[in-house]
């Protein structure tokens, strides 16, 4: 199940860099991890969903990679970032 847009926009505003940002870096790690605490939930529920647990799996993997990213080429943008969302 999707994050659905009437979702996402609420996400998007806090973290968009500017007025038409939608994509960048922190609004991508920001709607991850909205996901990630979705699918958290839904497997305290439903322990033994293998395939849901694999989707979060990848999910917490991608997010990683973006972390990097981010701290290798805006330091105090990535501070910011995991500080807001309580990251680490």
Known sequence: MPVKKNDKQPVIKE?????????????QIALITKRISELTEHMKIHKKDFSTKRGLLKLVAQRKKYLNYLKKKNKELYDKTVHHLGLK
């Open 15 to 27: 973290f968009a860099i500017s007025s038409t940002d939608t994509g960048s870096v922190p609004v």
